[in-house]
């Protein structure tokens, strides 16, 4: 694979990088996409449906089983070359951090050391009542309860209509604003805050490169798009950059 001689020279000079990334990233470790039509996770439900507070509310048995069995599937699953390539990149910049919209953690599985969750991680359980962690190995019911309060456990990530967690809100604002180059890896890029964050970068002077196979809101925007799977565009980005 072949690269555009400015982005090359931008990354040779480039000090602090951000790494900005979606479920794509994670699709060639097996995990479903949310909006990929053959494989999407909303392809058979409404994220309002299940990924919500009112949806935990109105049926936690539903909402629990639903992230029990994604959290299922993730733990089957490895980090792909995409996941790799990116660990592999930290040790070429004085600062590399990963901003992940993804609750998987295969980015730190696959060795990433400065990682952002913006939407928290599905391997938490959190209690919906009193907020404190929960262990969810006890007990046979579902949701499982609260060693404390007894309220219902929930998965530790962030719904529709949540805040954002503020300190990792903060730091990615601060990443976006100090980047040299800013990737935009495996994200359609419709969920807020988390998608004005490529503008923000932009907007502060990044050179911003968006990697995926198909076309995005922020193609516009970008200064270079590498049109392609990031398991294969990263690890040739990575190549690259070692032959320099
Ligand atoms: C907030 C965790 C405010 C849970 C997620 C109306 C009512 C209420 C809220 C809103 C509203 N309108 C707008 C909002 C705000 C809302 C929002 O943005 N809604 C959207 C639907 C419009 N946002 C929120 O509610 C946020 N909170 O705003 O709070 C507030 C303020 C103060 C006080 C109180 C509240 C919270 C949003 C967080 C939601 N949680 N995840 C879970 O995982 O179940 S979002 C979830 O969806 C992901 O985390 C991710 O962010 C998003 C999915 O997007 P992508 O990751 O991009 O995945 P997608 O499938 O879309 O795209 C995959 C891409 O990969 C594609 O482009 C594809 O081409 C590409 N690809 C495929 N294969 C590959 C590839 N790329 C590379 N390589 C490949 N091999
Ligand atoms: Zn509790």
């Not at 503020?166 to 040299?180: F, G, I, K, M, Y």
């Not at 590498?226 to 980005?237: I, N, S, T, Y």
Request: proline content about 7%.
């Amino acid at each position: 694979m072949d690269f555009d001689a400015g982005l090359i020279d931008r990354l040779r000079t480039a000090r602090r990088v951000a790494v900005f990334t979606g479920a794509g990233v994670s699709a060639e470790s097996g995990v479903p996409t949310f909006r990929d039509a053959q494989t999407g996770l909303w392809a058979r439900f409404r994220p309002e449906d299940l990924a919500t507070p009112e949806a935990f509310r109105r049926d936690p048995v539903t909402v629990w089983n639903w992230y029990a069995w994604r959290r299922e599937l993730i733990g089957a699953v490895q980090p792909n070359p995409a996941h790799r390539a990116i660990a592999g990149l930290q040790q070429r910049f004085a600062a590399l951090t990963v901003i992940t919209q993804n609750v998987d953690g295969l980015h730190q599985r696959a060795g990433s050391r400065d990682v952002i969750e913006l939407h928290g991680n599905i391997g938490i359980d959190l209690c919906f009542e009193c907020g404190r962690r929960g262990q969810s190995g006890a007990g046979t019911e579902v949701p499982p309860r609260c060693v404390h309060c007894n309220g219902r456990l929930r998965p530790g990530v962030v719904w529709f209509g949540e805040s954002l967690p503020p300190s990792a809100w903060d730091s990615a604002l601060e990443c976006a604003q100090r980047a040299d180059i800013f990737f935009c890896i495996g994200t359609s890029s419709l969920v807020e805050p988390a998608a004005s964050l490529p503008h923000t970068a932009r907007a502060a002077g990044a050179v911003l490169v968006q990697v995926n196979p198909a076309p995005t809101a922020h193609d516009a925007i970008a200064h270079h798009v590498l049109r392609g799977k990031a398991g294969l565009v990263m690890p040739a980005l990575l190549q690259a950059l070692e032959r320099m």
